[in-house]
T-cell receptor
Framework: KAGVTQTPRYLIKTRGQQVTLSCSPI?????VSWYQQTPGQGLQFLFE???????NKGNFPGRFSGRQFSNSRSEMNVSTLELGDSALYLC??????????????FGQGTRLTVV | DAKTTQPPSMDCAEGRAANLPCNHS???????VYWYRQIHSQGPQYIIH???NNETNEMASLIITEDRKSSTLILPHATLRDTAVYYC?????????????FGGGTRLMVKP
């Protein structure tokens, strides 16, 4: 069973540009979550999509957005990039949570560097 | 979701058991305890989770105290490949979403 695939793995962008990152979840998983990891702030939740709808959102500015397609693949977009957006962006996929809880499977991440 | 407290770092000798503690004194009755780990520059990896009973799988054991205010993740025979940051997370088990709130975690160093 293929894992969570994130593309690209590495990206260098200039301040002010925008960037789109892609995440393909595990087959059959309908929930996709995005996280940002920086040395200073650690792992922080960005947003979650379930069945093409944003279900939860973290405390990030509106420059960070996302969407999910009918095949559960997800993209996140960051507009007007700032130096502080340099980070490892992680995507996680999960099955429907249910009352017992379930685990999230993470991709390898996209390392974004803003210069 | 309840907050957790973990020691920032721990060492363990290779082949010995690694016991990683986590305090979650404000945990609610419907919150599960999850453990993930992150090996350098990789995405976090799920290890185990539980509600109130002790759990064991092929990776680790999870011991939850009777009052559920703390738990311990046990890696029975630590290897060098277990060197990672271990995160303890508590969260509600329902259909509200899959958001995970990561704290600082414990950096486990397994030494030869």
């Amino acid at each position: 069973k293929a894992g969570v695939t994130q593309t690209p793995r590495y990206l260098i962008k200039t301040r002010g540009q925008q960037v789109t990152l892609s995440c393909s979840p595990i087959s059959g998983h309908r929930s996709v979550s995005w996280y940002q990891q920086t040395p200073g702030q650690g792992l922080q939740f960005l947003f979650e999509y379930f069945s093409e709808t944003q279900r939860n959102k973290g405390n990030f500015p509106g420059r960070f957005s996302g969407r999910q397609f009918s095949n559960s693949r997800s993209e996140m977009n960051v507009s007007t990039l700032e130096l502080g957006d340099s980070a490892l962006y992680l995507c996680a996929s999960s099955t429907t949570l249910g009352t017992r809880g379930t685990e999230a499977f993470f991709g390898q991440g996209t390392r974004l560097t803003v210069v | 979701d309840a907050k957790t407290t973990q020691p920032p770092s721990m060492d363990c000798a290779e082949g010995r058991a690694a016991n990683l503690p986590c305090n979650h004194s404000t945990i609610s009755g419907n919150e599960y305890v999850y453990w993930y780990r992150q090996i350098h520059s990789q995405g976090p990896q799920y290890i185990i989770h539980g509600l109130k009973n002790n759990e064991t799988n092929e990776m680790a054991s999870l011991i939850i105290t009777e009052d559920r205010k703390s738990s311990t993740l046990i890696l029975p025979h630590a290897t060098l490949r277990d060197t990672a940051v271990y995160y303890c997370i508590v969260r509600v088990g329902n259909n509200a979403g899959n958001m995970l709130t990561f704290g600082g975690g414990t950096r486990l160093m397994v030494k030869p």
